[in-house]
Each structure stands twice: as C-alpha cells, then as structure tokens.
T-cell receptor, first 115, second 116 residues
Framework: DQQVKQNSPSLSVQEGRISILNCDYT??????FLWYKKYPAEGPTFLIS?????DKNEDGRFTVFLNKSAKHLSLHIVPSQPGDSAVYFC??????????????FGQGTELSVKP | EPEVTQTPSHQVTQMGQEVILRCVPI?????FYWYRQILGQKVEFLVS????????KSEIFDDQFSVERPDGSNFTLKIRSTKLEDSAMYFC??????????????FGDGTRLSIL
C-alpha cells in the first residue's frame, strides 16, 4: 500500500535552521492530513494537521503546507531544536467518504537536529 | 492532558495461544482504533470502532482478531490463536467526533507483542 510516501528515510539539520519534511500521496479522496512525531518506545504524538480546503496551517514553530494539485505536503520546523530529533510520520485519511477516518501512514522520516 | 493508555507494555506469548491487548481511550472520544507496526515497516490500520460496532476493518483483521468495549472505559483487541507473524507493536488510538470537523487521532504508547 503506497498511497502515502515519505521518500527520505532520514534528514540531518543544524540547530536553529529550518527542517523540511516531505510527503506525497496518490489518493485524491484524502481530505485530512496529519503529522505525527514518534520517539523510541512511545506511540505517535499528534503534531499538526491540515484539511484539504486549506493550503497552510501554522502552529508555533510548525507549519504544514498542502499542494493538492501536486498531491504533496510538507512540514516546516523553524527554528529546529535538538529536542525535535525523532521520527516524523505523515498520515492521511478520507473522512468525508469514510467517517471512520482510518489513517494511512507514510514510512517515516528520521530527523536529527545537531547542536 | 488526557491520554490513551495501553497495557501491558510488553506481552510474550507462545504461538497458538490467545492474547488480549487492553486500551483505555480518552474519555470523551467516540472513535477507537487499533493499528500495528511490524519492525521496520509502516504503521498499518487494523480496525475502527464506533457506537459499539466495527466501522471498518483491514484485510489483516481476519477471524482470528476481535475487538470489544466491555465497559465504558476499556477497549480490547483479542487475537485468538497467535502466529509468529503477529509479532509487532500494537497501537490503540481514539478520536473525538463533534459531528462535522476533522479531528486527529491520539495514540497510546503501544504494546509490544512477541510470539515465540
């Protein structure tokens, strides 16, 4: 099931700089997109989301951009901090068509923020 | 902040045995989910549960799997006769539903299931 893809398994960024994590999807029925952060031995922690009617959502240092024509979303973290080092998962659901709202996950990108 | 709690954190079981994984979702949430992540693979959807019944299940969720909400707080996943390939991290999640807006799912820390 390759409906959601994160093509970069890892990303290394200097503290204070911008981190950009990317995600592509194929299913045009997806109407809700989320980013989760995961530390080892913990569950995914919800970070930020965006509905398909928007193209940008911002929460503090985190901004998610959605480009529906390209079926692409990205997460920007500015400025990056060492505590941001974790695995980041992109997820999507089709809540309009499926109120159950199951999430389809990408493979994850491991972000390392170096001091 | 309210959170989803899962027990046990690690379960070791002999192949062929039954196992029950337990979850306490966030109290005012109405949708409940189970996902699993096999080592090195993606997080995969297993089942969603709403209004005391399954709303959707994946191909993975065959007759060996069942879910139950035995009381007002617990949500369980039962695997009747475990196989080696059931070894994975199992995550429970829950979601609030206000009837019209998108809401995120919130996850527990998972149960690591090891089948010997």
């Amino acid at each position: 099931d390759q409906q959601v893809k994160q093509n970069s398994p890892s990303l290394s960024v200097q503290e204070g700089r911008i981190s950009i994590l990317n995600c592509d999807y194929t299913n045009s029925m997806f109407d809700y997109f989320l980013w989760y952060k995961k530390y080892p031995a913990e569950g995914p922690t919800f970070l930020i989301s965006i509905s398909s009617i928007k193209d940008k959502n911002e929460d503090g240092r985190f901004t998610v951009f959605l480009n529906k024509s390209a079926k692409h979303l990205s997460l920007h973290i500015v400025p990056s901090q060492p505590g941001d080092s974790a695995v980041y998962f992109c997820a999507a659901s089709a809540q309009i068509y499926n109120q159950g709202g199951k999430l389809i996950f990408g493979q994850g990108t491991e972000l390392s923020v170096k001091p | 902040e309210p959170e989803v709690t899962q027990t046990p954190s690690h379960q070791v079981t002999q192949m062929g045995q039954e196992v029950i994984l337990r979850c306490v979702p966030i109290s005012n949430h109405l949708y409940f989910y189970w996902y699993r992540q096999i080592l090195g693979q993606k997080v995969e959807f297993l089942v969603s549960f709403y209004n005391n019944e399954i709303s959707e299940k994946s191909e993975i969720f065959d007759d060996q799997f069942s879910v139950e909400r035995p009381d007002g707080s617990n949500f369980t996943l039962k695997i009747r006769s475990t196989k080696l390939e059931d070894s994975a991290m199992y995550f429970c999640a829950s979601r609030y539903w206000d009837g019209y807006s998108n809401q995120p799912q919130h996850f527990g820390d998972g149960t690591r299931l090891s089948i010997l």
